[in-house]
């Protein structure tokens, strides 16, 4: 496709003085491009601006009638970099060309199949009986001072004017008005209640799954919510049945995580970036699901005290290591909220797996997995990787690999860990070689899968991340011409060497945002 992060979707959005979308219109497609996972760049536009924008850009006429041109607009970079990018106009128009476009199973559908006309009646059903009944509230907001910029306030107070009446005559907030607004709320609601079997029951128009409808709804509820700030309309809306439920779901498939606010990823500090075994199976985890992330790294002593301050759990029982990394912010879609804070590899795969489900975005856990994987993960690290970690824990604490202040720290809190390191873990020796022997143990249990590098086979999962992580970590700490690393990628023909060049292309494929 021809959308990419360097090259990505422009979408024209309408400018005001607010930060984000605000029209009921154009923020259906901004939830569709979210939802299909497309990149795109938004250029806001004053009201004024609209046309003599798009046409200069090249833009046909969208009617013969004022307004000629109106937003929401896509435009679709070309696949040939000689010919014209694609303009396409009206929300409901570009979602049908986007699906087309970018198709399943690649990307989901926002138009699930067969369901066309079905949406776009839906659509218009909602807008005429439900979305119109909150004009005269919003309206008249829009027009005051400090919402738009003053161009598009002007050019708004005059277009609305000459359709609607005297914009300062038709505000009405009254308990009147919005008992005729929650009447029609309700009727149209009734609608979710057919969806009434486990197959169906959901909070969608189509039950438990999202469509370019619900985008709708969700544009309208964003609508009062960016104007009302005053609270007049939010409270009747946000009580009811559509606001508690799509648009919740619909926050959720839009995610918290943006580049411009991705996931804060805490890491171990070094003098070489990422190292430790543990954090890197999370650092796998955001890559695979292709989740921006922000790292910050942190020296061991600072773990402890900045967990402490954020309320996190301890993760290690232990007298002498009671807080560990990794540990991930993800930021709220409410901005005044404060971010979900997840500790420990594990946890924090089954908390993004849920948050940012499939299919828009892979799972490291497939469906009836997690059990299975979490006995095997726990295997893989506990058999094999401290089969061989002992082996390179007196480089961690060379001089000049981990920050003064955290190689001290793991000095002290691994003292006793030191005391049981064997006095020769060299290749050749009788500790190599019973690591050899663990590491062949399991390779042959995973000849029992079908063709493929991964613990499962053919799909990459949690347990492939564990692995990783212990061949990073060695390869990382090892440094130099790497023999111990070369030694277990020539076991078993190569097995091992083959996954790791596997998560190798997860690292050079990293959605980290410097």
């Not at 699906?99 to 006309?117: E, F, M, Q, R, S």
């Not at 027009?143 to 005559?169: C, Q, V």
């Not at 990422?274 to 790294?297: A, G, Q």
């Not at 295997?379 to 990787?385: P, S």
Request: glycine letters at 6%.
């Amino acid at each position: 496709m021809a959308a990419t992060k360097e090259n990505p979707i422009v979408f024209y959005d309408i400018l005001s003085q607010k930060d984000g979308s605000w029209s009921p219109y154009t923020y259906r497609t901004r939830l569709t491009l979210n939802y299909k996972g497309l990149p795109y760049r938004v250029e806001y536009l004053s009201y004024p601006d609209i046309e003599p924008t798009l046409r200069a850009r090249g833009m046909t006429p969208v009617s013969d009638n004022f307004p000629r041109y109106t937003l929401p607009v896509i435009e679709d970079p070309s696949e040939d970099p000689n010919s014209k990018p694609a303009f396409v106009a009206d929300s409901f128009n570009i979602a049908v060309y986007l699906d087309a476009k970018y198709p399943a199973p690649k990307y989901p559908l926002v138009i699930p199949p067969g369901t066309g006309a079905l949406q776009k009646i839906a659509t218009e059903q909602f807008n005429s009986e439900v979305g119109f009944a909150l004009v005269p509230i919003a309206l008249p907001l829009i027009s005051t001072l400090g919402f738009l910029d003053e161009a598009g306030r002007k050019h708004f107070i005059r277009t609305r004017t000459a359709w609607f009446g005297d914009l300062s005559k038709l505000l009405d907030t009254s308990p009147e008005k919005w008992a005729v607004v929650e009447e029609k709320w309700d009727k149209f609601s009734k609608a979710f209640d057919c969806n009434d079997n486990a197959n169906e029951a959901g909070p969608f128009i189509m039950g438990k799954e999202v469509s370019f409808a619900d985008f709708a709804i969700g544009g309208f509820i964003n609508w009062i919510q960016r104007v009302d700030e005053e609270g007049r309309g939010i409270s009747p809306v946000s009580s009811h049945s559509i606001e508690s439920t799509t648009a919740l779901q619909i926050r959720t498939h839009n995610m918290a995580a943006t580049k411009e606010n991705p996931i804060i990823f805490y890491d171990i500090l070094s003098e070489h970036g990422t190292w430790s075994p543990n954090t890197y199976k999370t650092r796998l985890t955001l890559n695979y699901k292709r989740l921006p992330y922000r790292v910050e790294y942190v020296s061991y002593p600072d773990i402890a005290p900045m967990l402490k301050k954020l309320g996190v759990r301890a993760t290690n029982p232990t007298p002498y290591i009671t807080y560990t990394l990794p540990m991930i912010a993800d930021p709220s879609p409410d901005p005044n909220d404060e971010p979900t804070y997840v500790v420990e590899s594990f946890d924090i795969a089954v908390y993004l797996d849920k948050t940012y489900p499939a299919p828009k975005y892979p799972v490291v856990f497939p469906p009836g997995m997690r059990a299975v994987q979490k006995i095997t993960s726990d295997l893989v690290f506990n058999e094999l990787g401290l089969a061989i970690l002992p082996a390179i824990l007196r480089l961690i604490v060379r001089a000049g690999f981990l920050d003064e202040q955290g190689r001290e720290h793991f000095l002290k809190t691994r003292e006793e860990v030191f005391k049981q390191i064997p006095a020769d873990a060299s290749i050749g020796s009788k500790f190599w070689g019973d690591a050899h022997e663990k590491w062949k143990w399991f390779g042959e249990i995973l000849d029992l899968n079908e063709e493929g590098p991964f613990v499962t086979g053919k799909q990459i999962s949690f347990p492939d991340f564990v692995i990783g992580g212990i061949f990073f970590c060695l390869r990382r700490v090892e440094g130099g011409d790497m023999p111990m690393w070369n030694a277990i990628a020539e076991w078993q023909g190569g097995r091992w060497a083959q996954l790791w060049a596997e998560i190798e292309k997860l690292e050079n494929n990293s959605t980290e945002v410097a």
